[in-house]
C-alpha cells in the first residue's frame, strides 16, 4: 500500500510501511526502545502526550525542547542515531484543559502546539475531539475539524515543510485507557471514518492549508481494542472488515490505533494488515516495568535485612496516598480495591509518580542494592521467569538494570515484529 506515511518513512531511507509509536516520557522506558530499534537500524516513533509535556512541564516537568534535548541525549548514550528518531506530539489540543471554556482551551492548545513545533517535532496528532466546559457532551465533527484546522495552522507558521506529517481524527479513544466499562465499546462505522476525512479536507481548504492536507498520513479510527482498570478487549479483525473498505477508497491514509496496549501478539499483526499502520503504546510499558521493579523488590525483601531495603513498593503508596491526584477520580471502590488497582490496574496510574523524588530515591536503593550481589538465577526463575530463560540462553546477564530493560522490550517486541513482517 503506497500511501503519505511510505513516502514519509521512506525519506529517512527505511523501508517500513507501519511504525509503533512509543507514548512515554519515562526515561527508562525510551532506553529499552532506543536498545531495541538499535539492534534493527529501523524508525523508532516516540512521541509525548499532551498532559505529559506542555508549555507549564505537565506531570513530567519538561516542555517541548525539554523532552526533545532528553530524547536524543538518551540516544546519544544508547549509541542511536538521531536519523533514527521521529518525534512526534500527541492529542495535541485542549484536552488537558478540558474543564475550561473552549475558547480558553484552545489558546492554551494553541500555546501548547507552538511549542512543539517550534522543538522540531515531526508528527502532530491533532485531538480536538474532546469537549470544553461549555460545549455540548458530544461536539459535531465540523467544530472538531475547524479546531484541528486551526491548530494546524498554527503548526505551519513554525515548521510547514514536507518533514511535518499529521494525524486527525474525531472518535479518539479516551488517553490512558477507558475509565468505564467495555461492555459497549463503539466500532468506527466507515461511514464514520470517510465523514472524518470529508470534514476535515473541507476545514483544512477552508483555512487555506491544502498543502498540508497533503501531508495528512492518517486518522484516529476504534478499531475495537480497549483496556480499563482490569480489563482487555481483544482486536476482531471481523469487526473492522467495513473500516478495512474506507482505505481502498481513501489510499493516501492509513489507520491509527491507540489503547493497543495488553493486546495479544497476533492482535498487532492483524492489525497491520488490515491498515492500522500507526500502533500507539503508552501505559503497557510502564505497567511492564513496574512489574520487573515489583519482582525486584521481592528478590531485595529476601537477600537484604529489613532495615537495608528499599522498600520500593511501600514508598510509591505513600506517595499516590499522599497525593491521590492522579488516581482518585479513576480509581474508586472500597479501601482494598482502591489499593489494589492502585498497583496493578492496567491504566497503570503509577506512571505519573515515578519522578517523585521519594520514589527516584527508593528505586535507585533498590538498584543499588541488588548491583551489589550476584542475584542468585533460581531467584531470577522464581521472580522473572523470562529474564531468567533469557539469561540461560546468555542473551543478559543479571544486573538489576538490564534485568528491567529487558522486560521492557519484550512488551515492544511484538509490536517491532509484526510491523516489520507484515510490512516488509
Known sequence: MQTRLTRFLSRSSHKAYAIYSVCSAHPWVLRAAMRLTKRSDEILLIEATSNQ??????????????????????????????????????????????????????????????????????????????????DPRLLPDSIVAERAALLCEIVEQYRGNTETVYIVGTEVPTPGGATESLDDLHVTTA?????????????????????????????????????????????????????????????????????????????????????????????????????????????????????????????????????????????????EEQHILRRYSYSDRIRYYWNVPEVESATKALIENLSKIEIPETMLSQYLPEQYQAYREGKIDRTPFNLVMHHIESTLLPYAESCRVVCR
Open 53 to 134: 509535556v506542555n508549555q507549564f512541564g505537565g506531570y513530567t516537568g519538561m516542555r517541548p525542547p525539554d523532552f526533545r534535548d532528553m530524547v536524543f541525549a538518551l540516544a546519544k548514550e544508547e549509541g542511536l542515531s538521531r536519523q533514527n528518531i521521529l518525534l512526534g506530539g500527541d492529542h495535541l489540543g485542549p484536552h488537558p484543559w478540558s474543564g475550561k471554556p473552549a475558547q480558553e482551551a484552545m489558546a492554551l492548545a494553541a500555546e501548547m502546539i507552538a511549542e512543539y513545533a517550534k522543538a522540531g517535532f515531526q508528527k502532530f496528532h491533532l485531538d480536538t475531539s474532546m469537549p470544553c466546559s461549555d
Open 191 to 335: 461511514l464514520e471514518a470517510e465523514r472524518t476525512i470529508v470534514v476535515h479536507q473541507d476545514a483544512f481548504t477552508a483555512r487555506g492549508l491544502q498543502s498540508a492536507w497533503q501531508r495528512v498520513v492518517g486518522i484516529v479510527v476504534q478499531p475495537g481494542v480497549e483496556f480499563n482498570h482490569d480489563d482487555v478487549v481483544e482486536y476482531a479483525p471481523a469487526k473492522a472488515v467495513a473500516l478495512k473498505g474506507v482505505l481502498q477508497r481513501q489510499q493516501d491514509f492509513v489507520f491509527e490505533a491507540h489503547s493497543t496496549d495488553y493486546q495479544q501478539p497476533q492482535a498487532y499483526r492483524e492489525l497491520v494488515r488490515d491498515g492500522f499502520r500507526i500502533l500507539k503504546v503508552g501505559p503497557a510499558l510502564t505497567f511492564s516495568m513496574r512489574e520487573a521493579l515489583f519482582a525486584l523488590a521481592a528478590i531485595e525483601c529476601e537477600l537484604f535485612p529489613k532495615s537495608q531495603i528499599s522498600s520500593l513498593p511501600g514508598v510509591i503508596e505513600e506517595e499516590m496516598l499522599k497525593d491521590p491526584s492522579h488516581w482518585q477520580h479513576h480509581y474508586h471502590g472500597n479501601l
